[in-house]
């Protein structure tokens, strides 16, 4: 059984940085496609930001040079640096571990950013 648990969302000014993580058990986050999702109020859940089984990385454009994710594969987690943080980045953020199209999903954390 995959879980995937989020971590490290919370309440921070324009600007500001946060560093959300996702701790996998159950299974190796080295062998899936890992990712951040995000929902915000009244909206669909969007892509952020992927990391491939052997490392390719690919960023929402919106995203791009503020944030940057990254994987331990020795702690089995997956990380979400956010920096300059704007109102619009507030959202429920989600982790995904994707692998022969099926899909596994935390229960995400949520980020306010306040202008």
């Known amino acids: 059984q995959v879980q995937l648990v989020e971590s490290g969302g919370g309440l921070v000014q324009a600007g500001g940085s946060l560093r959300l993580s996702c701790a996998a058990s159950g299974t190796a986050l080295s062998l899936y496609a890992t990712g951040w999702y995000r929902q915000a109020p009244g909206k669909e859940r969007q892509w952020v930001a992927t990391?491939?089984?052997?490392?390719?990385?690919n960023y929402q454009e919106s995203v791009k040079g503020r944030f940057t994710i990254s994987r331990d594969n020795a702690k089995n987690t997956v990380s979400l640096q956010m920096t300059s943080l704007k109102p619009e980045d507030t959202a429920v953020y989600f982790c995904?571990?994707?692998?022969?199209?099926?899909?596994?999903w935390g229960k995400g954390t949520l980020v306010t950013v306040s202008s």
């Open positions: 995904n571990a994707r692998r022969d199209a099926i899909d596994y």
């Open positions: 990391i491939g089984r052997y490392g390719g990385i």
